[in-house]
């Protein structure tokens, strides 16, 4: 089976240059974003889709109806598990902004990412488990699918498919709606690509 992971398409809080948190924010794509969710459609038309797994938010749920219009067969299953972390009292804040406010909650989160939990949200450990979840009911299928996520979901992914700790797979950034395909065989992962948005170029 085949299996791509892709992060929605830009929205207006991606477009404003600043590290500001969505979380569980339901923010739409920008006109940006619509043009990058059709640019990454057309990049993955001729592959052989069977499923498109998405979060219920908008920006991911835009996203992937771009993908489904070239393969109208696919079956768009929304899961809640997909959503993205949820940043808690940080959401919607920029990194200045947590600074000002939340500099202790901050450094302490930045001491132990992967096990801390925000206040009112979730830790990463915690996303993990869902993400999992997720995974192991695609892989189930044997089909080939699309997960079409957001930046933090998609890390647990790589962290689990790549075998790579947290602070590795960190070192990427994840622009919106870059791709990786994986080619799955038993216990075998091939990487075929990693973090790639020539789409966008």
């Known amino acids: 089976m085949k299996l791509i992971i892709t992060r929605h398409g830009q929205t207006?809080?991606?477009?404003?240059?600043e590290n500001r948190l969505q979380g569980r924010k339901d923010i739409e794509l920008s006109e940006e974003g619509k043009e990058q969710a059709k640019k990454l459609a057309l990049r993955l038309k001729d592959h052989n889709i069977e499923l498109i797994f998405t979060s219920p938010s908008k920006r991911?749920?835009?996203?992937?109806?771009?993908?489904?219009?070239?393969?109208?067969?696919?079956?768009?299953i929304i899961d809640n598990d997909l959503k993205e972390?949820?940043?808690g009292?940080?959401?919607g804040l920029t990194d200045q902004e947590i600074q000002e406010k939340y500099k202790e909650i901050w450094g302490a989160r930045e001491k132990d990412k992967f096990d801390y939990k925000i206040p009112e949200g979730e830790s990463y450990a915690?996303?993990?488990?869902?993400a999992l979840r997720v995974l192991n009911k695609i892989m189930k299928t044997k089909k080939d699918a699309v997960i079409v996520a957001h930046a933090t979901i998609n890390k647990l992914f790589f962290k689990k498919l790549l075998k790579k700790s947290l602070k590795e797979i960190s070192k990427n950034f994840f622009n919106n709606t870059s791709v990786s395909i994986f080619n799955i065989k038993d216990n075998d992962i091939f990487v075929e690509e990693f973090n790639c948005d020539k789409h966008l170029r």
Do not use: M, Y
Not at 12 to 17: A, V
Not at 60 to 76: G, M, N, R, V, W
């Open 12 to 17: 207006e809080w991606n477009k404003e240059g």
């Open 60 to 76: 991911t749920l835009e996203t992937s109806k771009e993908i489904k219009k070239f393969h109208p067969k696919a079956e768009i």
């Open 85 to 87: 972390l949820d940043f």
């Open 89 to 91: 009292i940080l959401e």
């Open 126 to 130: 915690e996303t993990e488990v869902r």
